[in-house]
């Protein structure tokens, strides 16, 4: 198989992933970590990260000390997510990371 067979059969029927990852919906128990998430921690805000050439839309949750956590989802279901827990959501691309979260992870590092 040449180049531009990949190129073609790529563009034509992949989405990314080797497995096809790219498209996979959140699962019940990445919706259920991101309610304890929540529910665990003080003050929580969620921002709606955008689809990417290497990651799926995805929703990141951020505690009032900076502590985050990250789940693929829609943008629909962070929205609903957002309302069922009563959190703030924001678009990323429109208001940045929270200066906390760097600060965290900062701290955080391995």
Partial sequence: MGLRDRLHRRRKGSSGGRDGSMDRAATKADIEHLREFARSRRSVEAYVEPRTNVTQMSVL?????????????TEKAAKQLAADLKIPVYDVQRTGYPQRMRDWS?????
């Fill in 61 to 73: 949750l951020v505690a009032a000390d900076g502590e985050w956590t990250r789940r693929r989802t």
């Fill in 106 to 110: 900062a701290r955080n590092k391995p």
